[in-house]
């Protein structure tokens, strides 16, 4: 089956402590995104990854850093930086640079205390 | 800014239909599409519209209105697991041609 697989679904840590997300995809897709989504809120562009070894800040990258060392997996580190860190991750991709249909994976909910 | 307003609730019951609006301000706008989630999930792309008109997809339908920069987002036959929250996105030509989500609509489908 094709898709985009998130892990964990659920991470707790302490405040202070940096954390990785783990996104990867096997949908032979180019361009992968990070987005935030809080409560009752759309969702924000983190960063964005057109090709292999590329990536560009998105509206909120303050605190956040990513990699895309292989075509398949696109990591997602929230730093210590990032002052409010609690929120619902979702990665997605696509088959070319910002399509309009982006296919999301099932989210990692991060509570930091 | 660029910015898209939809409404935040909306409660139909079964069988009926509802209509989820979308206003939008965005420069270099060249299209909206419409994303469902489920709470809790992941949002799926329902249907996306570059031309003024109506894109029919089975129960769903789509509609743009580019000189209103107007659209909705029509369902017919409502289910129960129609109930959901559902985004309106819009592409532009600025900034790499990223997606500019709405807020979302949360649709209570009663029986």
């Known amino acids: 089956d094709g898709g985009i697989t998130q892990s964990p679904k659920y991470l707790f840590r302490k405040e202070g402590q940096n954390v990785t997300l783990s996104c990867e995809q096997n949908?032979?897709?180019?361009?992968m995104y990070w987005y935030r989504q809080d409560p009752g809120q759309g969702l924000r562009l983190i960063y964005y990854?057109?090709?292999?070894?590329?990536?560009q800040k998105g509206d909120i990258a303050e605190g956040y850093s990513v990699s895309r060392e292989k075509k398949e997996s696109f990591p997602l580190t929230v730093t210590s930086a990032q002052k409010n860190p609690t929120a619902f991750y979702l990665c997605?991709?696509?088959?070319?640079?910002?399509?309009?249909?982006?296919?999301f994976g099932p989210g990692t909910r991060l509570t930091v205390t | 800014g660029q910015s898209l307003e939809q409404p935040s609730e909306v409660t139909a019951v079964e069988g009926a239909i509802v209509q989820i609006n979308c206003t939008y301000q965005?420069?270099?706008?060249?299209?909206l599409s419409w994303y469902q989630q489920h709470d809790g999930g992941a949002p799926t792309f329902l249907s996306y519209?570059?031309?003024?008109g109506l894109e029919e997809t089975g129960r769903f339908s789509s509609f743009l209105s580019r000189s209103d920069s107007y659209g909705y987002l029509l369902l017919q036959e409502l289910q129960m697991k129609d109930s959901a929250s559902y985004f309106c996105?819009?592409?532009?030509?600025?900034?790499?041609?990223?997606?500019?989500f709405g807020q979302g609509t949360e649709l209570s489908v009663k029986p």
């Open positions: 996105a819009a592409s532009t030509y600025n900034q790499g041609g990223k997606l500019i």
């Open positions: 519209n570059a031309l003024d």
């Open positions: 997605a991709s696509s088959g070319q640079a910002f399509s309009y249909e982006q296919y």
């Open positions: 965005t420069s270099g706008f060249y299209g």
């Open positions: 990854s057109q090709i292999v070894n590329d990536f």
């Open positions: 949908l032979n897709h180019d361009a």
